[in-house]
């Protein structure tokens, strides 16, 4: 399964929830929906204007990690 650590690269860059999804030009409640991992899915675009607001790679947000959610999404 794909773990999301988008509240790490926060606390390093001393950001808060609601200025990255000023920035990246989402509502609070879905940057939070990514944050708690609860996201189903995860558009580039919005992937790309994450990893220039908090000036990372998408490595440092995405963490794979082997887990029994795999059979849940199908493959």
Do not use: H, W
């Amino acid at each position: 399964m794909i773990i999301i650590n988008v509240d790490v690269m926060l606390a390093k860059r001393k950001m808060s929830v609601t200025e990255l999804a000023d920035r990246v030009g989402i509502t609070i409640a879905n940057m939070s929906v990514l944050k708690t991992g609860k996201a189903k899915a995860l558009k580039f675009s919005t992937l790309n204007k994450i990893c220039k607001a908090l000036n990372c790679q998408p490595g440092d947000i995405l963490e794979y990690v082997e887990g029994d959610d795999e059979t849940e999404m199908g493959d």
